[in-house]
């Protein structure tokens, strides 16, 4: 028996869900349901101290689903509220909710910069590559040539890779799933919750109505074992069907290799150190693409480093600590001050 | 030294000290000020200083200037024109030779004055004072450079140091003329350069020899005595400026709501200061944050009021621009939030050093939608601090975003100020949920205010969901019914309304009723003051209604304006409140007076225009 007890349940509030039917935020939704009753014991939080804060589009409208506390920002703008909620009361779990044109196009810089900061917050990006709410105009991370209504001939221009943006800006903790994985869902966004710091968790999200498929090279249920690799901090490299194929390292480079083919052994394939401060490797592993490799899964990065709120909480303290002055009458009357008889 | 001088008695006098940018001339300005209030004298200061940090040495662009006004009463402004001028290079002289009065004396760094000053200044001639018309002033060419090296060329200063100390020789002088005791200034040495004994020496010698030299040349044929203010109340004062007075009255005011508080801003001229203030006070657990733009500046701020924080911003023009759409968000979502704007010259970078009343209509009407809130503005450095406190008040107890105006005028002058108590403030009370409340619903208000109640994350069972999406009346939950949002509109807009029966009544300085009514509000009070007392003292039928709370206005507006022949409104901007009243209350004519030089009105100019309206011209 744990502490609260929560069930899935307990989550959901009395809105009626109104995403397209189909939509990978369902299956996104349903993770978040089934992973607070676990981050709840885990970290022994009571409901009422979540917060879930979004901005702009159809991913945005998850706080109204759920049965907590929650605030729907305004575009590109909830990694600024989410920050503020969490140093004014840090207290709380905060979760922040955002898209690919949400957080990476409008709100690119509140972004980066809660990540620099590394606020302890835990931020679900749903990547579905395009604009959904505004009907289908490509996003930042579209793939070059992607034609939506405003590329009637195809985008000129580069997408964003979500976790080499994470990584530059000094992220601490970057996850990535997809959004038919429920279960694995679930699982990255409980370590997300345990990650003192920014944890952004990217979910490869699919939109059904303007951009359907887009992932389904290494989303497609047949393929996934093969095409994807789940990565899990202390454990081998492996990935297809049967874990027969693996990650080694040549020279500066990963490369994909086939166990018992050309002399490979299972005590070749990379063991998974997502805890390494050094981004090298995290940063291939995000790079990775499909058909030359697998699509990264799981937890890639999680590095300790302290956290914005906490050193906030830490000045506070030793300041007050030191100083003589403790109420507004001691400031009033501190420093140059003369008197008129 | 022993050369008997006559001594002037006067009821005033107004200094200007200007130099380069980087020749400390604000700080000269802001010790002899303190002396001055600390010798009991009525004091008001006014900093005038360029947008460049440190423009080409010599120009006239990268003039830094500081007026000031000394008196035998509580002195309202710096004064029009001065009766000092001290001019540290050629560029000081040209750029502030407008700025005299006639008969003014001007002291100048006569070692500036070669080739290169004056070329640098760009002088078309080699005779600045033929070429500026000043023949008729009382000119002292001290040779203040090199004054300041034989002073100090037995120290071991090396030669930056020594003629960094040029402005206290100046100072020393002026010192002199006005009969300064030095002490007060002499130990402002002693603490800034605490670690650093051989520059508190220094700074001494070269301010008494500054001082000495003036006593004996004879182009100072007299000094001046301004006898302290005998109206002054008893009591311990401190020196203060706008900027520094609004971040205290924030954290008086959250002291007062017993809660933290919560600044997210990002820096920006000329209002970077009240952070700065902001960031010192951890000790009273204010937390600030630096954020990356305007935008979250705001942002982080109404996360920090959803999360339970008194939460404030602060900004000038062209910040509370890109906070429009923030500020809407905190409209719809109503929780409490104060916006600071420190008005500068508009539009866009404009004149970021300069001061403007032109933000006026931004903070009544810069958002989309029917978007209401609640503008106050203050008028005095010393007030910066009850405004802040009365929008605090406002936007806590009414659950709404408050914005406060002041101006680079009042944010960076300085006046004496009686150092309040804290007990003589209101408490602040928010409309908190109590914990186990279990029918909260988030938009539910009281009668009186129409205030909803704040529910804090990490109450338990109190959970709800705010955000920018129109909300049903009742249960707060999203609605796109039409006649909800109808009614959700007119319940803002009657909300922000309703904080007049909280306000007191409008106050009128002088008669009830008379020939002309002045109109003012926000920081040229001083100078419409002192120009409706001048005018008051003549027996002539002039009074002044100086506005704080501009939406919503107090109640008795109508009254106290139907009893004047001729209304005046008086503002830096090209009629912004005149426009407003006339929406308000269109029965009346309003006049206008109007400038956007960057620049304060001059009592000058405003009894020009009052005196032609009352002679019916």
Request: hydrophobic share 35%; aromatic share 8%.
């Amino acid at each position: 028996m744990g502490k609260h007890n929560y069930t899935t349940q307990d989550f959901k509030s009395d809105q009626e869900v109104k995403w397209c039917p189909g939509c990978g935020d369902h299956a996104i939704l349903n993770s978040v349901y089934r992973a607070l009753p676990d981050v709840s014991e885990a970290l022994d939080y009571s409901k009422e101290r979540f917060v879930f804060i979004s901005g702009i589009g159809c991913s945005s409208r998850f706080p109204y689903y759920m049965d907590t506390y929650g605030f729907h920002g305004i575009h590109g703008r909830a990694s600024a509220i989410s920050t503020g909620a969490k140093v004014a009361n840090p207290e709380l779990s905060i979760w922040q909710i955002t898209g690919d044109g949400d957080a990476l196009a409008i709100g690119g810089n509140h972004f980066i910069h809660a990540v620099r900061r590394n606020i302890d917050i835990n931020i679900i990006l749903f990547n579905n590559e395009i604009y959904g709410l505004t009907k289908g105009q490509y996003s930042p991370t579209s793939k070059l040539g992607s034609k939506t209504v405003t590329s009637p001939y195809g985008t000129v221009e580069q997408p964003f890779n979500p976790g080499e943006l994470i990584i530059g800006a000094k992220g601490t903790f970057f996850a990535r799933s997809i959004d038919m994985d429920v279960k694995l869902t679930a699982e990255v966004l409980v370590e997300a919750a345990k990650h003192d710091g920014t944890a952004v968790v990217v979910v490869q999200q699919n939109c059904v109505i303007f951009n359907d498929n887009t992932h389904s090279l290494i989303t497609e249920k047949e393929h996934r074992p093969d095409r994807t690799i789940v990565l899990r901090h202390g454990e081998k490299m492996l990935f297809g069907k049967n874990k027969e194929k693996g990650l080694i390292m040549v020279g500066n480079h990963l490369k994909v290799v086939t166990i018992g083919e050309d002399g490979i052994t299972l005590d070749d394939i990379l063991v998974h150190d997502a805890k390494n401060p050094n981004p090298g490797v995290h940063m291939m592993l995000t790079n990775m693409a499909y058909p030359e490799f697998p699509f990264a899964l799981g937890v890639i990065r999680a590095v300790k480093y302290a956290t914005y709120d906490d050193n906030v909480r830490d000045q506070l303290l030793e300041v007050q600590t030191g100083s003589k002055i403790k109420c507004m009458d001691d400031l009033l009357h501190s420093g140059d001050t003369y008197e008129i008889k | 030294m022993d050369k008997q001088k006559h001594v002037l008695e006067v009821d005033e006098v107004s200094i200007r000290f200007s130099g380069d940018s980087g020749d400390g001339m604000q700080l000269s300005g802001t010790l002899f000020s303190d002396a001055s209030a600390l010798f009991g004298n009525g004091v008001s200061t006014f900093p005038d200083y360029p947008a460049e940090i440190r423009a080409p040495q010599g120009t006239v662009g990268g003039v830094s200037g500081f007026q000031l006004q000394i008196g035998n009463r509580k002195m309202y402004t710096p004064g029009d024109d001065c009766d000092v001028l001290v001019a540290m290079n050629p560029a000081a002289l040209k750029a502030n030779a407008k700025w005299l009065k006639p008969g003014a004396t001007i002291i100048v760094d006569s070692d500036t004055f070669n080739e290169k000053g004056l070329q640098r200044a760009k002088f078309k001639t080699d005779d600045p004072v033929t070429e500026l018309k000043l023949q008729d002033f009382n000119i002292v060419w001290a040779p203040i450079t090199s004054l300041t090296k034989e002073s100090l060329i037995e120290t071991e200063l090396d030669n930056k140091s020594i003629l960094r100390s040029k402005n206290m020789f100046a100072l020393g002088m002026v010192y002199y003329m006005f009969d300064r005791p030095l002490n007060f200034t002499e130990h402002y040495y002693e603490v800034k350069f605490k670690t650093r004994p051989r520059i508190v020496e220094a700074n001494k010698k070269v301010l008494r020899d500054g001082y000495n030299y003036a006593g004996n040349i004879d182009s100072i044929p007299n000094t001046y005595k301004i006898p302290a203010s005998t109206t002054t109340k008893k009591g311990i004062y401190r020196n203060i400026n706008g900027n520094v007075a609004t971040a205290w009255g924030l954290i008086a005011a959250a002291e007062k709501a017993k809660l933290p508080l919560f600044c997210g801003s990002y820096p920006i001229t000329p209002a970077t200061d009240i952070l700065i203030e902001l960031a010192k006070h951890k000790e009273l657990d204010v937390k600030t944050l630096q954020a990356e733009d305007e935008i979250a500046g705001i942002c982080t701020s109404i996360g920090a009021s959803f999360a339970g924080n008194f939460a404030v911003t602060t900004t000038s023009g062209p910040g509370l621009s890109l906070k429009s759409e923030a500020l809407g968000l905190a409209v719809m979502t109503e929780l409490p939030l104060v916006v600071v704007n420190v008005q500068r010259g508009g539009p866009s970078t404009g004149l970021p050093t300069k001061t403007e009343q032109s933000d006026l209509f931004q903070a009544l009407y810069g958002r989309n939608g029917e978007c209401p809130l609640v503008v106050v503005a203050a008028s005095t450095p010393s007030n910066c601090f009850d405004w802040a406190f009365n929008a605090s008040k406002i936007a806590l107890e009414h659950m709404t975003p408050v914005i406060l105006l002041t101006d680079g005028y009042i944010a960076n002058g300085t006046e004496p100020w009686a150092i309040p108590s804290m007990k003589d403030y209101p408490e602040i009370k928010p409309p908190l949920v109590p914990d186990g409340a279990t029918d909260y619903l988030p938009y539910e208000r009281d009668s009186e205010k129409l205030a909803r109640r704040w529910a804090i994350p990490g109450q338990k069972g109190l959970e709800h969901r705010l955000g920018g999406l129109e909300k049903d009346f009742v249960k707060g939950s999203v609605s796109h019914d039409p006649i909800n949002h109808q009614k959700m509109t007119d319940v803002r807009a009657a909300k922000v309304a309703k904080v007049q029966d909280f306000i007191p009544e409008q106050e009128v300085i002088g008669d009830a009723e008379g020939d002309l009514l002045v109109v003012s509000w926000g920081g040229t009070y001083g100078h419409t003051l002192t120009a409706v007392n001048s005018l008051q003292k003549e027996g002539k039928k002039v009074s002044l209604c100086h506005l704080h709370y501009i939406n919503p206005l107090p109640k008795n507006i109508k009254d106290i304006f139907k009893r004047f022949k001729n209304i005046i409104v008086c503002e830096l901007n090209m009629g912004q409140m005149a426009n407003y009243l006339r929406m308000n209350h269109q029965e009346f004519n309003y006049l206008q007076f109007n400038k956007v030089q960057g620049l304060p009105f001059t009592v000058t100019e405003l009894k020009g225009r009052f005196n032609q309206i009352l002679e019916g011209k």
